[in-house]
Nanobody, 112 residues
């Protein structure tokens, strides 16, 4: 059974930084594309960033230059470093290795 657990969310002031972590068990992430997505209440879940197993990385245009996705296959963990946070970055952030298994999300609130 696959488990995905995100952590590292919280409240931060505009311009601040937070790093999210995503620990996966029951699956070897080295064979998968790790992805981060976000979702606001009542809205569709949207793509933030992906890190393919070959090292290719993609970002949504709204976060490029501010967010950095990384992965540690030895620890079966993915990360999302988020800098220069804006109020519109407030969302629940989700991680997935395969678009099938998802964590419970990590809430991020950016406000003064």
């Amino acid at each position: 059974q696959v488990h995905v657990v995100e952590s590292g969310g919280g409240w931060v002031q505009p311009g601040g930084s937070l790093r999210l972590s995503c620990v996966v068990s029951g699956l070897d992430i080295s064979a998968y594309t790790m992805g981060w997505y976000r979702q606001a209440p009542g809205k569709v879940r949207e793509f933030v960033a992906t890190a393919r197993r070959n090292g290719d990385i993609m970002y949504h245009s709204s976060v490029e230059g501010r967010f950095t996705i990384s992965r540690d296959n030895e620890r079966n963990t993915a990360y999302l470093q988020r800098n220069s946070l804006k109020p519109e970055d407030t969302d629940n952030y989700y991680c997935t290795p395969d678009m099938v298994n998802w964590g419970q999300g990590s809430q991020v609130t950016v406000a003064s």
